[in-house]
C-alpha cells in the first residue's frame, strides 16, 4: 500500500528548508526507508533537484570542475524528513 508523503528538504548550510510533496511511501516493504537512508535519494545530487523542484527553480547545469557545486554527489548538503500527510515521520536524517 502506498500514501501520499511530504518530503522536507533542508539545505544544511543556510537551514532553508521546502517541502516535496509528490511522491509516495510504500509502506509494506524497507524500500522507501533505503533509498533515502542509502540509496540513489541519499545523494545530495539528487536531493538538490528534489529541493530546486520544491520552490519550482531551474536547476543549474552540473559543473564537475566546480568543488562547491550544490549537486555534486556527497551526503552533506541536504538532509530530509519525511512524514505522512497527518505529520506522522516516516524517515529522518535532520539530526545526523
Known amino acids: 500500500m502506498s500514501i501520499p508523503c511530504k518530503v522536507y528538504i533542508r539545505r544544511n548550510a543556510d537551514g532553508v528548508i521546502r517541502c516535496y ?3 509516495d511511501w510504500h509502506e509494506d ?3 522507501p526507508a533505503f533509498i533515502w537512508e542509502e540509496g540513489n535519494f541519499a545523494c545530495d545530487c ?3 533537484l528534489f529541493f530546486c523542484r520544491a520552490a519550482n527553480e531551474p536547476e543549474t547545469e552540473y ?3 566546480d568543488e ?3 549537486h555534486r554527489c556527497g551526503d552533506d548538503r541536504y ?3 519525511i512524514t505522512d500527510v ?3 515521520e516516516l524517515y529522518s536524517d ?3
Open 21 to 23: 510533496e509528490d511522491l
Open 29 to 31: 516493504s524497507d524500500y
Open 46 to 48: 539528487n536531493r538538490y
Open 63 to 65: 559543473d564537475e570542475s
Open 68 to 70: 562547491n557545486s550544490e
Open 79 to 81: 538532509s530530509v524528513r
Open 86 to 88: 497527518n505529520d506522522k
Open 94 to 96: 535532520f539530526d545526523e
